[in-house]
């Protein structure tokens, strides 16, 4: 069974800080994906990451997918309250942008 | 554009009865999905739909869940008998033809609470 692990959970950081989103996977996967999720809200797709070593950024996030280490990052430059939502990664391993497996989230709070 | 449109937005039912979404994607789009959201979890998808066969519905309750998407657009999803395990956000989302460097967009969701 395919696992999406997300670390942190709970992430609590202060305007202006840089952090980093850890999304581990346990099966072979080429493509991932970055959603952002407001309270009540759905999900607002970031990024789509087609390949090894793809790298996309918009804005003060960036995303990186190393599959041969089954990891993907969403790393946060200089936060700011905006920010704030829950982050999901979501694995395609039939490479059919169809069957996702999401991530268990990481819930993240920018502080002033 | 239009998004992906869902009804309705909140619903509360008891224990043993039934409950319908329904789902209606963006314009164009072949694929429908409909994911299970619990409350601190990600989405699971219950369902994907290929214009109006079903592709997968391996992680769908069959004994208590069902869908359609009659003539390749709308999709109803329905619940009978709703259970308090239920209670979560229903997602719809769809995505285009030839989608494979495309995202999921998603539908705002249906909030059930089955008390």
């Known amino acids: 069974e395919l696992k999406v692990e997300q670390n942190p959970l709970f992430l609590s950081m202060q305007e202006g800080k840089n952090y980093t989103i850890y999304c581990n996977y346990s099966?072979?996967?080429?493509?991932l994906y970055w959603y952002r999720q407001d309270p009540g809200k759905s999900l607002e797709s970031l990024f789509v990451l087609l390949s090894n070593g793809a790298v996309k950024q918009e804005g003060r996030l960036m995303a990186s997918l190393d599959t041969k280490a089954r990891l993907s990052t969403l790393h946060i430059t200089a936060a700011v309250h905006d920010l704030s939502a829950t982050y999901f990664c979501a694995v395609d391993p039939a490479g059919t942008a169809s069957k996702l497996t999401f991530g268990t989230g990481t819930r993240l709070q920018v502080t002033l | 554009e239009a998004g992906v449109a869902q009804s309705p937005r909140y619903k509360i039912i008891e224990k043993r009865q039934s409950v319908a979404f329904w789902c209606n994607p963006i314009s164009g789009h072949a694929t429908l999905y409909w994911y299970q959201q619990i409350l601190g979890q990600g989405p699971k998808l219950l369902i994907q739909f290929q214009n109006n066969g079903v592709v997968d519905d391996s992680q769908l309750p069959k004994d208590r869940f069902s869908a359609e998407r009659l003539k390749g657009v709308d999709s109803t999803l329905k619940i009978q008998p709703a259970k308090l395990e239920d209670s979560a956000v229903y997602l719809c989302a769809s995505s285009p033809p030839r989608s494979y460097r495309e995202t999921q967009y998603f539908g705002p969701g249906t909030r059930l609470l089955v008390l």
């Open positions: 099966t072979t996967s080429d493509r």
